[in-house]
């Protein structure tokens, strides 16, 4: 005989994680990054500690799940980059949509605050590079290896190398607050990456 609360449970548990999930976002964009605690993550949300201990372990637990959900496919396919055909095109649009979330304030905040973590937390810092560093890098790395086999770059081109020029300037620049976060930044460091990775 089959239970009819099962699936009203399951929406539950699961608007419950979307609420806390909601709360940590929203509490790490508004207030300084000590002062939020899980206490006041369970009262933004509306449910008590021991739900959020139950399923996470810790504050910086909490965090990576609120940044991972941000990644989340709703229909579950995996991530890709665009691929049009042009290449320059392409990344050009990645790396503005990416420049924009480092720009957009409460995004910065829950990065930097997952950031500081991962340096003090080296099972955090796996979980990160397994569940979505990794990923995202396995995605960058197969749009480039995509328009190398389509004579776009180089044949001899070290994709790793290619992506660390894309990405790594991005970062550094976001990291020390160093210059603006604009497209005109991103597109020289595509044009300036595509020249040096030219058939």
Known sequence: MSHPA???HSRRKERSRQAILAATRSLVAEEPYDEVTVGAIAARAGVGKQTIYRRWPSK???VFAALLALSESPDGQSLALPDTGDLAAD???????????????????LIRALNTEITHDPALAAE???RLAQ????????????AQE?????????????LDML???LFQRWLHRSGPLDGAYTDSLVD???????P
């Open 167 to 169: 990405y790594s300037p």
């Open 6 to 8: 099962g699936p009203d």
């Open 91 to 109: 990344l050009k649009l990645v790396l503005r949509a990416t420049a924009e979330e480092f720009a957009d304030p409460s995004f910065d905040r």
């Open 60 to 62: 910086s637990a909490v």
């Open 150 to 162: 389509a004579g776009q770059l180089s044949a001899e081109a070290d994709l790793d190398l290619a």
């Open 135 to 146: 990923p995202l890098e396995e995605a960058k790395r197969a749009r480039l290896r995509s």
């Open 192 to 198: 300036a990456t595509l020249r040096a990775f030219s």
């Open 128 to 130: 990160y590079h397994t």
